[in-house]
């Protein structure tokens, strides 16, 4: 009679056989875990949640990207993934790059401009200065798990469009704890969910443009400025006086004319979102 012995899968070897699927996890785990628990003394109570609560709630978010990023770069690609990380956050890239940085606030402006004159004076922009500071730490910490580990191994599997695509899909709904208190109308009231499909409609398009970048230079520290610039141009220029009800509109509008930046880029670049001339 032979004796067999039955291993259980570690966690380590669940990981490494999973890495995509372990990163979502971990990382909405950590991120809505979080948001979780300052939400939960108003939940409790039966309360509205306060808006400092809701605007706090991002940095601790954060962490879920960039600490899973970080963490499962170890587990899965080692000592030599790490160093690889740690270089493509340091990686420069040719200076031509730094004009796809202002792809966000010339596309904001184009709407917000558009939509003054044509549709309501509500619209014109903004000018919180401050608010570009908003998008580093987004952009620095966010970007070491987006675009550092996961876009490689999604990229890989289903090809640059199609992962940035549904990366961008799944960053989108990442943001949902927090949904009600981004944009200038908060809390969005029963525009909630017209708000959050305008919201990831937008930024889906730009995490593709992410990626196009990254693609191209293998930079991720290009990726960490792209999304700084999406982001801090965004509470920048964002219009101060629109209801719930027009915020979802140009939101809409705006991600309108993202896709339209993408179409562009598909056209001359194709699927793979590499120039002709390779990566630069």
């Known amino acids: 009679m032979t004796a067999y012995t039955v291993q259980m899968p570690t966690s380590e070897s669940l990981v490494r056989r999973h890495p995509v699927l372990s990163f979502f996890a971990l990382t909405f785990s950590i991120s ?69 940085l202002l792809i966000p606030p010339a596309a904001i402006l184009t709407v917000l401009f558009t939509m003054e004159a ?59 704890p927090a949904m009600d208190f981004l944009g200038t109308s908060t809390p969005h009231g029963s525009y909630w969910l017209a708000y959050s499909l305008a919201f990831t409609a937008a930024m889906t398009p730009m995490r593709v443009v992410i990626a196009w970048m ?8 290009l990726a960490q400025l792209m999304h700084a610039s999406s982001t801090g141009f965004l509470v920048m220029l964002s219009p101060a006086g629109v209801t719930a009800g027009q915020e979802v509109l140009w939101y809409f509008v705006y991600a309108g004319l993202l896709w339209l930046v993408v179409g562009g880029i598909v056209l001359r670049s194709g699927t793979g979102l590499m120039r002709e001339n390779g990566a630069v």
């Not at 809505?32 to 628990?37: G, I, N, P, V």
């Not at 922009?125 to 730490?137: C, E």
């Not at 191209?216 to 520290?221: D, F, I, K, Y």
Request: hydrophobic share 55%; with cysteine; charged share 10%.
């Open 214 to 221: 990254f693609v191209n230079t293998r930079s991720v520290l």
């Open 32 to 100: 809505w875990a979080a948001a979780l628990c300052l939400a939960m003394p108003s939940l409790l109570r039966g309360e509205a949640i306060p808006k400092f609560t809701g605007l706090t709630m991002f940095p601790l978010m954060i962490l879920g990207p960039s600490v899973t990023g970080l963490l499962l770069t170890r587990v899965v690609d080692g000592r030599r993934g790490q160093r690889e990380l740690f270089s493509a956050m340091g990686r420069g890239f040719a200076a031509r790059w730094y004009a796809a």
């Open 118 to 176: 044509v549709v309501s004076p509500v619209y014109r922009p903004n000018v919180f200065a401050a608010g570009i500071l908003f998008g580093v730490p987004a952009g620095l910490l966010e970007e070491i798990g987006w675009m550092g580990y996961a876009f490689p191994k999604m990229s890989a599997k289903w090809g640059a469009l199609a992962a940035s695509v549904l990366l961008g899909l799944l960053w989108g709904l990442w943001h949902v």
